[in-house]
């Protein structure tokens, strides 16, 4: 028990994430609507500018409550409450919960998923057409053994029905078994890398040392063969000399395309605190391209992304996705650092720069969008999908007093076209926009789905409809358990498989 306390207390100061406020403004959002792409939704914390190595844990606990409808509570905990603390044990597994079979009322089945320990449920994302994934950025092997945490990524088929753990299609480690290195913090692809027709990934591991360089980050490549991906098909990249520092976080986002179209998928990778050391001190944030090749991906960058104002904590590189926004059938890269400036004279609102296929990337971003004044906007990005057409989401964890998202239509300039935000003085002062997502209920209708892991006394999910253009007020989604907790709504994802996921990665199992 000692034990346990002690390491949630290292990992909650370690573990990277944002929090937001948000208000009732407009909530009015375009006519139409897009599916929802993945991207980088864990956004590190304001204060994270010196990301700390991780004790974690693992442990063979996994639960498995198959159709439990909407007024289901979390896995049990105690069965008889005990006397002192001896009488029981506690396991951090983390989880994830799954909501299917969405009824016009709001409501929908759940079944939940317990980790092997190590935070399952941090970050949920998806990997191309097939597959998505599921991070436990500190589980041990074995289970539970709190010296040994190396991180796992597990990945499942997209047409499956997941109910356990052993559904994964894959199953990843870190090739070397490093410690604490944050290992599937995200992941980009799959896209070939090296050329030989076979599908790779690129797997973030944003708090690997380097010497005595600790959090610098660095890039596992997993190699696609027949049979899929295997750790000891993988190779290793990270930061020159040149630009290395300690606690960049690089790669806590990657982004995979064949930026040159010679062939072979490149990679992006951001750290919000990486980037050459300005002369008052810290760092800008940058994004480090990295060149795929025969050979496999070049072991350090080729050249760099660096925000266009030049001051410390813009946290550019923070969040990333890869997306054709303006049609031409050629990727297009989005990039958000929380605490980007507009102008050497402006607040840190935070921003994204959007780099469009055709366009030197390495001159000037062809957009931009920026926030209002310390609301750290561009804390996640995604492409979502209302009423038939594809927005750009933006979510800004600071505005508002709780948090908002906001949509912009690629099609005309990134133009605001409405956003999501509650009404004043909503639930608790503590309580901020973790992550979002949207499914569609019916021919005409979207439900927004916002987490909020700080909400209530262990999280809560959020729900709004979406019909002819206009946002319903948001309420408790229905079918969330009756008693959230550990950190439920951290992470929230549409699987494309007609489901909701939602991480509880802090989650406590006694037995």
Request: with cysteine; net charge negative; hydrophobic share 35%.
């Given at each position: 028990m000692p034990a346990l306390l002690k390491f949630l207390a290292i990992m909650l100061c370690a573990v990277l994430i944002a929090c937001g406020s948000s208000s009732d403004e407009e909530n009015e959002i375009p006519d139409e609507n897009v599916p929802t792409e993945d991207s980088d939704t864990a956004t590190p914390d304001e204060n994270d500018e010196d990301p700390n190595p991780v004790s974690d844990t693992d442990s063979a606990v996994e639960e498995n409550d198959e159709n439990e409808n909407s007024d289901a509570d979390f896995p049990e905990n105690d069965s008889e409450t005990p006397g002192d603390d001896s009488d029981y044990e506690e396991l951090q597994t983390g989880g994830i919960y799954i909501f299917s079979d969405f009824e016009g009322s709001g409501n929908a089945q759940s079944r939940n998923i317990l980790g092997n320990g190590g935070f399952l449920g941090f970050s949920i994302f998806s990997l191309g057409e097939k597959y998505w994934a599921v991070s436990a950025i500190h589980e041990s092997i074995p289970a539970f053994d709190w010296d040994n945490a190396t991180g796992r990524l597990y990945i499942f088929e997209k047409v499956k029905k997941v109910e356990k753990l052993e559904n994964a299609a894959f199953v990843l480690n870190h090739p070397d078994k490093s410690l604490n290195v944050g290992f599937g913090y995200t992941a980009a692809g799959p896209c070939d890398i090296n050329g030989d027709g076979l599908d790779d990934i690129a797997v973030s591991s944003h708090l690997a040392p380097f010497g005595d360089l600790y959090a610098a980050g660095e890039i596992v490549v997993f190699y696609g063969d027949a049979s899929g991906w295997k750790e000891e098909n993988s190779s290793i990249s990270r930061l020159?000399?040149?630009?290395?520092?300690?606690?960049?976080?690089?790669?806590?986002?990657?982004?995979?395309?064949?930026?040159?179209?010679?062939?072979?998928?490149?990679?992006?990778?951001?750290?919000?605190?990486?980037?050459?050391?300005?002369?008052?001190?810290?760092?800008?944030?940058?994004?480090?391209?990295?060149?795929?090749?025969?050979?496999?991906?070049?072991?350090?960058?080729?050249?760099?992304?660096?925000?266009?104002?030049?001051?410390n904590k813009q946290y550019f590189g923070s969040s990333m996705l890869v997306h054709d926004f303006n049609g031409d059938s050629e990727p297009d890269?989005?990039?958000?650092?929380?605490?980007?400036?507009?102008?050497?004279?402006?607040a840190n609102s935070g921003g994204v720069y959007i780099y469009l296929s055709g366009t030197d990337w390495q001159a000037a971003a062809s957009n931009k969008i920026f926030g209002e004044a310390d609301s750290q906007f561009g804390s996640a990005l995604k492409i979502i999908e209302i009423g038939g057409k594809k927005y750009l989401a933006v979510l800004?964890?600071?505005?508002?007093?709780?948090?908002?998202?906001?949509?912009?239509?690629?099609?005309?300039?990134?133009?605001?076209?409405?956003?999501?935000?509650?009404?004043?003085?909503?639930?608790?002062?503590?309580?901020?926009?973790?992550?979002?997502?949207?499914?569609?209920?019916?021919?005409?209708?979207?439900?927004?789905?916002?987490?909020?892991?700080?909400?209530?006394?262990?999280?809560?999910?959020?729900?709004?409809?979406?019909?002819?253009?206009?946002?319903s007020e948001p309420e408790a989604c229905k079918f969330q358990p009756a008693s959230p907790e550990g950190g439920f709504g951290n992470s929230v994802f549409n699987n494309k498989n007609g489901e909701i996921v939602v991480g509880m990665p802090e989650y406590i199992h006694r037995f």
């Open positions: 020159s000399s040149k630009y290395m520092q300690k606690a960049d976080s690089m790669s806590q986002s990657l982004a995979c395309l064949d930026y040159d179209g010679d062939g072979f998928a490149d990679i992006f990778a951001g750290g919000q605190n990486a980037g050459p050391e300005l002369s008052g001190g810290g760092s800008q944030g940058m994004v480090a391209f990295f060149k795929g090749g025969a050979a496999g991906l070049s072991e350090n960058e080729n050249w760099v992304l660096l925000p266009e104002v030049e001051e890269l989005a990039v958000s650092g929380w605490g980007l400036k507009e102008s050497k004279n402006s800004a964890t600071k505005d508002k007093n709780y948090g908002t998202v906001n949509f912009y239509d690629p099609a005309e300039n990134f133009a605001a076209r409405g956003r999501f935000s509650f009404p004043s003085a909503f639930y608790s002062e503590n309580g901020n926009i973790s992550d979002f997502d949207t499914i569609k209920l019916s021919a005409d209708t979207d439900l927004i789905v916002i987490g909020g892991k700080y909400f209530g006394d262990g999280g809560m999910i959020f729900c709004a409809t979406v019909k002819d253009g206009t946002i």
